[in-house]
């Protein structure tokens, strides 16, 4: 045991990086990640071999309305709550719960209204889907903050169980209404019933210990001011679905949904570095982010990232007809182009984390203006065009345009 400590040390010292801390909380963020795309994996499967490509594909529609309108719930504030925690500020997660919760319920009145519009159409099921994704929003949108509040105090364990449960109990809920043959309307009362018990159960025992912990009078403006900064990129990365949808049809939605499931997870594994870099950046508000040694490490980040996407572009032909089937054979150059999307995914969650950190509201929402526009434009233009690829091409411009803006930020702090 001495000699593994002892070698910890010397890489941390070789290296200038607190080593122990990062393979300590990766191990914890990693379970969830392994977990979820394993999870992830299976409930894919099981919508391409148990149900209707229409059905697959409004179920993603409304996941993705669901999480487009979930921008007038505030979510900067879950951003601004691990920055105000990680300083000791733990009874901000009961005012994080209120705000998002409040400001939930617009959300949900604009998701009625799209259900209405539906329902005029003559699409009775996928109308009720809809206001069901709307009635849970405001509830599911103040309990997660749970894991907020746990990665604020770097209890990386914790948020790791909790993302665990979360999928856990999705994936059961949603295998069994497959297999039950339901429609689209259970589909979602499985899925967000079963996240929403979740973040209930752990919310209130981290609430019970808050009600007389330190406040954060400025967390709420602060969260409010990331959201507005993030608005745009935030819609966009959920807007993919939506102009599908609309412009192409359901199927499409479907290939799509198929086309996304292992970049979705690369982007996944790669988003851990900024949970992980936020609290640890934080922690010294005065010492300087872009150094040399900084560099080097992002330099060995790339090279990892890019060894990364090469190894799945080269396996999802194979993988992806084994699991889905033929139906789905267009999927599979979408998906290798997607993950080509991905190749500077961890350098930009260490970028995100440093700009969070230090409060650079301006170069966030410069960032995510940057992202939202070149994101939004692109899809508007794109989609109808080309459909699925049209997604595609907008995803790889997006990503890496952003990206250098952020890199840029980086460098003045």
């Known amino acids: 045991m001495r000699n593994k400590t002892g070698f910890l040390s010397a890489l941390s010292k070789r290296f200038q990086l607190d080593v122990r801390y990062f393979l300590k909380g990766g191990l914890w963020l990693s379970m969830p990640f392994l977990a979820n795309y394993l999870l992830g994996l299976l409930r894919s499967v099981a919508f391409a071999r148990l149900t209707q490509q229409i059905t697959y594909g409004q179920f993603g529609f409304i996941s993705s309305v669901a999480g487009t309108v979930g921008i007038l719930t505030l979510p900067g504030i879950s951003t601004a709550l691990v920055e ?21 319920v617009l959300g949900s009145l604009v998701i009625a209204g799209i259900s209405l519009y539906y329902l005029y159409r003559g699409q009775s099921e996928l109308a009720a889907a809809l206001l069901v994704a709307g009635a849970f929003l405001p509830f599911t949108s103040a309990f997660q903050v749970v894991q907020a509040y746990y990665n604020g105090r770097k209890r990386f364990d914790m948020v790791s169980l909790i993302r665990l449960g979360v ?5 059961a809920s949603l295998l069994l209404v497959l297999w039950l043959q339901k429609g689209v309307v259970w589909l979602i009362i499985a899925n967000s019933g079963a996240q ?21 009078p400025e967390m709420v403006a602060y969260g409010r001011a990331l959201t507005w900064a993030q608005a745009i990129g935030l819609v966009a990365s959920y807007l993919d679905r939506v102009v599908l949808g609309f412009s192409a049809g359901f199927v499409d939605v479907a290939i799509y949904n198929i086309a996304s499931v292992l970049p979705r997870s690369a982007k996944g594994l790669m988003k851990m570095l900024t949970s992980l870099s936020m609290p640890k950046i934080a922690e010294h508000p005065d010492k300087r982010v872009y150094t040399r040694r900084t560099r080097i490490h992002l ?7 890019l060894l990364v996407v090469f190894a799945a572009i080269v396996v999802i032909p194979v993988i992806l007809p084994l699991l889905y089937g033929d139906r789905y054979l267009a999927s599979v150059r979408y998906a290798q182009l997607l993950m080509l999307s991905l190749a500077v ?11 969070q950190a230090r409060k650079q509201t301006q170069a966030i929402y410069r960032f995510n203006l940057i992202y939202g526009v070149l994101q939004v434009s692109t899809l508007i233009v794109f989609v109808p065009l080309w459909s699925v690829l049209g997604i595609v091409l907008s995803r790889i411009i997006t990503r890496w345009g952003a990206t250098l803006y952020q890199w840029y930020a980086v460098t003045k702090i």
């Open 345 to 355: 995914g961890w350098p930009s969650a260490f970028f995100a984390a440093a700009l």
């Open 84 to 104: 105000t925690v990680a300083r000791g500020n733990f009874g901000s997660v009961l005012d994080a719960a209120s705000s998002r919760a409040r400001w939930g």
């Open 299 to 305: 330099l060995f980040l790339l090279v990892l990232n």
């Open 196 to 216: 929403l018990l979740l973040y209930l159960v752990y919310y209130q025992h981290v609430a019970r210990r808050a009600r007389k912990a330190p406040r954060d």
């Open 167 to 171: 999928v856990t109990l999705s994936t």
